[in-house]
T-cell receptor, first 112, second 113 residues
């Protein structure tokens, strides 16, 4: 059974600081997805990582995938308040291209 | 461009009542799925479908039924609601042959008293 673990689950940051969210998963997969969720809202796709060594960047967020270590990271650079949200990683279960197993999410709060 | 549409957005039920959460997508996606989101649990897959007439169970299927008679619609039925089914439900879809992301609906918040 695929397990996806995120840490930390809660992250309080000051504006301008850098931090990394980690996503570990238990079985072989080369498809990993990052989503953002604002309170009371739906999930918004941030990144799709499809191969070992994949790196994607959008604004202050950068995601990477190491399939050998079964690890993805979401790095936040110079955080701003607008980045406050819950971030989820999700892993494709068994190469199905559709069944995703989600981590529990990281609640990020960026304080002025 | 509607995307994935869920109704209702909010619902309160009494224990033992039945109801159907509706999900429709206009993107001609083969794959549709239902997740539930509970505090501290992330999203857990309830049921999914890879095409009309084909459904399968996910991680937490007990207490829920689904059917897929058309490509566009994938309703989720609660036959006898229980307080443990209080949750936020998300419908999601994608092209099953694509490695792209899932597209999510806005969610349906269900409270069972």
């Amino acid at each position: 059974e695929l397990k996806v673990e995120q840490n930390p689950l809660f992250l309080s940051m000051q504006e301008g600081k850098n931090y990394t969210i980690y996503c570990n998963y238990s079985t072989t997969s080369d498809r990993l997805y990052w989503y953002r969720q604002d309170p009371g809202k739906s999930l918004e796709s941030l990144f799709v990582l499809l191969s070992n060594g994949a790196v994607k960047q959008e604004g202050r967020l950068m995601a990477s995938l190491d399939t050998k270590a079964r690890l993805s990271t979401l790095h936040i650079t110079a955080a701003v308040h607008d980045l406050s949200a819950t971030y989820f990683c999700a892993v494709d279960s068994g190469g199905s291209n559709y069944k995703l197993t989600f981590g529990k999410g990281t609640l990020l709060t960026v304080n002025p | 461009n509607a995307g994935v549409t869920q109704t209702p957005k909010f619902q309160v039920l009494k224990t033992g009542q039945s109801m159907t959460l509706q999900c429709a997508q206009d993107m001609n996606h083969e794959y549709m799925s239902w997740y539930r989101q509970d505090p501290g649990m992330g999203l857990r897959l309830i049921h999914y479908s890879v095409g009309a007439g084909i459904t399968d169970q996910g991680e937490v299927p007990n207490g829920y039924n689904v059917s897929r008679s058309t490509t566009e619609d994938f309703p989720l039925r609660l036959l006898s609601a229980a307080p443990s089914q209080t949750s936020v439900y998300f419908c999601a879809s994608k092209n099953s042959g694509s490695t792209g992301e899932l597209f999510f609906g806005e969610g349906s918040r269900l409270t069972v008293l």
